[in-house]
Nanobody, 118 residues
Framework: VQLQASGGGLVQAGGSLRPSCAASGLTFSGYVMGWFRQAPGKEREFVAS????????TYADSVKGRFTISRENAKNTMSLQMNNLKPEDTAVYYCAARVRWSSNYGSWGQGTQVTVSS
């Protein structure tokens, strides 16, 4: 399984970014996909997840109403639309995958840096 995250960058507070994740080596539709982030000096934290059908999404309280997770199973891709970004959103963002019947994310991408300036 390979996950490739891209689309991070530098943006001013209030701006938007849309990182994406390309998956290979797995039956994409059989996996729950998620985004996590890790800021300098902090532990990695959950950001959002989406079920294999795309019918159910979950968000961390800190990003609710600002971030939207989506996926296209036909293209084996997932995206995270991030609006109204805040400096505290600055982190390396990782995409991850877990099989539907497991609670553990077993596959991880390399991360993409998101930096929000004030």
């Amino acid at each position: 399984v390979q996950l490739q995250a891209s689309g991070g960058g530098l943006v001013q507070a209030g701006g938007s970014l849309r990182p994406s994740c390309a998956a290979s080596g797995l039956t994409f539709s059989g996996y729950v996909m998620g985004w996590f982030r890790q800021a300098p000096g902090k532990e990695r934290e959950f950001v959002a997840s989406i079920t294999w059908t795309g019918g159910s999404t979950t968000y961390a309280d800190s990003v609710k109403g600002r971030f939207t997770i989506s996926r296209e199973n036909a293209k084996n891709t997932m995206s995270l639309q991030m609006n109204n970004l805040k400096p505290e959103d600055t982190a390396v963002y990782y995409c991850a995958a877990r099989v539907r019947w497991s609670s553990n994310y077993g596959s991880w991408g390399q991360g993409t840096q998101v930096t929000v300036s004030s």
